[in-house]
């Protein structure tokens, strides 16, 4: 049941490969499969809900409070101003490093066509009109979803075990030398084959056991300790985790961009790895891990 279980299958005439017995196996269980793909909704609505909130404030700042009269306190903002030529131009300020966005970020097109100042572009947003009410019940509606769907994915990832051996980076696989060689087989497009594809390589390993391990939990956490609720019934124990509940909002907004890194580069990953392959993994379940190498050495 494990999700990636060495458990060889056999080739039906449904199977497009002509791969060998053994050599086809099924990769992902349909819990993990199930939990993925309602993961990816979660996120896509997190993220497009969490903008157009976003857009109530588009600023950032660290602390207890921020808002319109604190100028000098945000490090982060999206905006737009005249130039020097009374041009209107969207910029987007880290600190004081100003970047003209005059198009998408800070000024950019309406649906009906019309220049608006909008933090994010309502393609960007959901719902796509600037609606505060609605995007919070959205986001609100499937935070609780993803968090639901996290538990589940937890415990049958700890019962069956694919958490523990599949997913958490083994201490030899840790070595400095194995480490240089995933980068140095990445860098060149050199992906495993073979029996070595039939478990996660340490690359692997980090960047999934950092998502569900410390980025979304403090998704979640930071998310928490901007809820009125939550603070009245802890007495403001999470945002003090976080120096306040401005730094938490901050936080909040970090993860969310760490994360579409992580969506860019895992996505990217399974295009060069073999679309067709790794998406059938994640659907039906099926994986074919490809013949030997002609010389495999054993690793880690
Ligand atoms: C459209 C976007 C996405 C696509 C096409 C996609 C595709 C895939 C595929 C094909 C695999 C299997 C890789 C393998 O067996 O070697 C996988 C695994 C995984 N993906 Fe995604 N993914 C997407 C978005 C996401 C997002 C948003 C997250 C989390 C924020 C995520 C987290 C993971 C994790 C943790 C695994 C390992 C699951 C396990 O084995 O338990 N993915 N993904």
């Not at 053994?22 to 997190?46: D, E, M, S």
């Not at 403090?218 to 403001?236: D, E, K, Q, R, W």
């Amino acid at each position: 049941m494990a999700s990636l279980a060495d458990t060889p299958i056999d080739l039906g005439a449904d199977l497009p490969s002509a791969a060998p017995p053994g050599r086809v196996y099924t990769r992902h269980g349909v819990v993990t499969r199930l939990c993925h793909w309602i993961n990816v909704a979660c996120i896509g609505f997190l993220i497009a809900s969490g903008l157009n909130i976003f857009n109530a404030h588009p600023s950032l700042y660290w602390g207890n409070f921020g808002a319109d009269a604190d100028d000098n306190r945000r490090w982060f903002e999206i905006g737009a101003m005249d130039d020097a030529a009374g041009k209107a131009v969207g910029i987007t300020r880290i600190g004081d490093v100003h970047i003209t966005t005059t198009g998408v970020l800070g000024l950019n097109r309406a649906s009906n066509g019309q220049l608006q100042q909008q933090g994010f572009p309502d393609w960007l947003t959901f719902p796509s009109n600037r609606d505060l009410a609605t995007a919070r019940r959205w986001h609100f509606f499937f935070a609780w979803l993803f968090i639901l769907n996290g538990l589940t994915y937890l415990i049958y990832g700890l019962v069956t075990r694919h958490l523990q051996d599949e997913i958490w980076p083994k201490l030899k696989q840790l070595a400095p030398a194995n480490l240089w060689h995933d980068i140095v087989s990445h860098a060149k497009l050199q992906f495993p084959r073979g029996q070595a594809d039939k478990h996660y390589h340490i690359l692997q390993r980090l960047a999934y056991s950092g998502m569900i391990f410390v980025l979304l939990p403090l998704m979640i956490v930071t998310g928490l300790s901007m809820s009125p609720g939550f603070n009245a019934a802890l007495g403001g124990f999470l945002p003090s985790l976080f120096g306040g509940r401005a730094s938490a909002r901050s936080i909040h907004f970090i993860t969310m961009d760490l994360t579409i890194a992580f969506i860019v580069i895992h996505v990217a990953m399974v295009i060069l790895a073999g679309p067709y392959n790794q998406l059938r993994s994640m659907i039906t379940g099926r994986y074919d891990v490809g013949p030997e190498p002609t010389a495999r050495k054993d690793r880690p």
